[in-house]
């Protein structure tokens, strides 16, 4: 199952939670270990 994860392009890290200026990613399971 894909995990829905937000990319926060200021600071270039992955959180679960929405970052100001993020956007939410979905992305591959395979790809998010």
Known sequence: AP???CYN???QQ???LPPAG????VLPG???M
Do not use: I, M, N, Y
């Open 9 to 11: 392009a200021a600071s």
């Open 3 to 5: 995990h829905t994860v």
């Open 22 to 25: 993020g956007r939410k990613e």
């Open 14 to 16: 992955w959180s679960s």
């Open 30 to 32: 395979q790809l998010f």
